[in-house]
């Protein structure tokens, strides 16, 4: 949205203290994208088309070696984390939580307790995540995901947990009684540990001989078939369906997985397969992933979300109209990743009054509102602004503390009471909200006498602080 555009939007909605900001589009030398993967090359062939689509525009990239690597945070600096032995070679790299970084999640993540656990610090470091620690757990885990498909009114075939045989006519109930059904492990991928049973006997005899190993008792859910010829790969980045791919089932085998040798080709979906898609995806909060739909007796219904797809199939392409290859398929994914503005995090509560603390001499703690409806710079009232050779001087509101600093280079454009535009000053203080320091924060230099609060913290601010309101909330990081 350019700034017109966003100027008339505020004008409608009326707000006071908006501050209009264009949107936020990284260039390619201003963004690095770390891969967590344990796979060897051959393995991992959209690691692969990674390297090669951000070599070619100078983007940096680097493997994370998830099975080698470990982390630290800097003893001196909370704001920096050290991975240390990245590459499985000995080299370490600092990641600092105000970088343009994107961590890429793969398979991995749910296979390997240290790639989890690389994944968990890195997001909670500030990361920007495909996708995050939560929606990978929920997606990955397809009783997980069946509930909250259920929860969002989203079709998909009746599935049960089996936690023993004692209880498997419960089960067979709940999944329609009828012979064949699928067994399968909670979590995997692949079209590994995927069963199609054709009896009761066969049934209790599979799932006894899985539970046999008291120590490696992996939960187990029992669904309902539903015989199709193909299913429908439908991939939704960021809301969007971006492409499609069909998978024909294979010949002796009622599965269409791809990496079995499925037959796959690009398939241009229905309007109601992609408002089924986005809307799976966004039951599971995913950023980008693979959602696998099945047409049976003219009704859609969702087998399951893949939160980490690959990229070996042609693709049918939403946008171009036109067949693309897995290279072309990545470079979407990259296209999306430089709008920042898009990126979504794993957000702490705050309440929609907090206290903020600006780190200067004199100057004691004090309320601020959390302004979800202010895009730009943070608001701070003062009094006595005179502003000389690019320096401002003013007294914060409430205090008798004089504070000189240096103007920065960009001024805020602000809407009042619906009507005329100003420009405003903009300096920047470190602040501490909660428990956390942040540096260098920028605030427009407000000099209204109408400031119900002396600090307005916007909503930019927020996103990259990774904090939602709860607008039935005070205080919640803590009181005066």
């Known amino acids: 949205m350019d700034r017109i555009s966003q100027y008339k939007k505020y004008l ?3 707000k006071e203290d908006v501050v209009i900001e264009e949107e936020e589009i ?3 030398s201003e963004i690095k994208i770390l891969v967590l993967t344990s796979a060897t090359d051959s393995e991992e062939p959209t690691v692969n088309r990674l390297e090669k689509v951000c070599k070619k525009r100078s983007i940096e990239l680097h493997r994370i070696s998830s099975d080698k690597a470990y982390v630290s945070k800097k003893s001196e600096s909370k704001e920096t984390l050290i991975i240390y032995n990245y590459d499985g070679e000995g080299n370490s790299m600092e990641v600092n939580s105000n970088d343009n970084i994107v961590c890429i999640a793969r398979r991995t993540v749910v296979t390997n307790r240290n790639a989890g656990i690389l994944h968990k610090m890195l997001s909670d470091h500030g990361v920007f ?5 939560s929606s990978v757990r929920t997606a990955s885990n397809k009783f997980n995901a069946y509930i909250n498909f259920i929860n969002n009114d989203i079709k998909t075939p009746r599935t049960c947990l089996v936690s023993d045989v004692k209880y498997i006519d419960d089960a067979l109930k709940e999944v329609g009684g009828k012979f064949p059904v699928i067994l399968k492990f909670t979590e995997g991928h692949g079209g590994k540990g995927v069963m199609k049973l054709d009896s009761r006997d066969s049934l209790v005899s599979v799932i006894q001989a899985l539970r046999s190993d008291e120590e490696n008792k992996k939960e187990l859910i029992l669904q309902e078939y539903k015989e199709v010829k193909d299913d429908r790969r439908i991939l939704v980045l960021n809301g969007k369906v971006i492409a499609a791919a ?13 990496s079995l040798g499925a037959e796959v080709e690009p398939y241009k979906p229905t309007e109601e397969e992609i408002e089924i898609a986005v809307k799976t995806a966004k039951s599971v909060d995913c950023y980008y992933c693979g959602v696998d739909i099945i047409e049976y007796k003219d009704e859609y219904f969702v087998l399951e979300v893949n939160p980490s797809p690959g990229s070996k199939s042609s693709y049918w392409d939403l946008d171009k109209k036109k067949n693309i290859n897995g290279t072309e398929l990545i470079a979407k994914l990259v296209d999306g990743i430089m709008d920042k503005d898009d990126w979504k995090h794993e957000t702490k509560e705050v309440g929609v009054i907090e206290v903020v603390d600006v780190l200067e001499k004199g100057i004691e703690p004090m309320t601020a509102k959390m302004d979800t409806g202010n895009s730009g710079y943070n608001v701070i009232g003062v009094d006595k602004l005179q502003v000389k050779n690019k320096t401002a001087e003013f ?3 409430g205090f008798d503390k004089k504070i000189t600093k240096k103007v920065l280079p960009k001024k805020s454009l602000i809407k009042n009471n619906g009507s005329k535009t100003e420009e405003r000053y903009c300096v920047s203080f470190d602040i501490k909200v909660g428990e956390k320091v942040y540096k260098d924060v920028h605030f427009s230099l407000s000099d209204r006498d109408n400031m119900n609060h002396t600090i307005l913290i916007s909503r930019k601010f927020m996103i990259d602080s990774k904090m939602s309101v709860n607008p039935k909330k005070k205080f919640v990081l803590g009181e005066l």
Do not use: A, E, H, Q
């Open 12 to 14: 409608n909605n009326g």
């Open 26 to 28: 990284l260039k390619p």
């Open 129 to 133: 995540c495909i996708n995050s620690p």
């Open 246 to 258: 069909k998978r024909k089932k294979m010949k002796r085998d009622f599965r269409s997985n791809v």
């Open 395 to 397: 007294y914060i509101k």
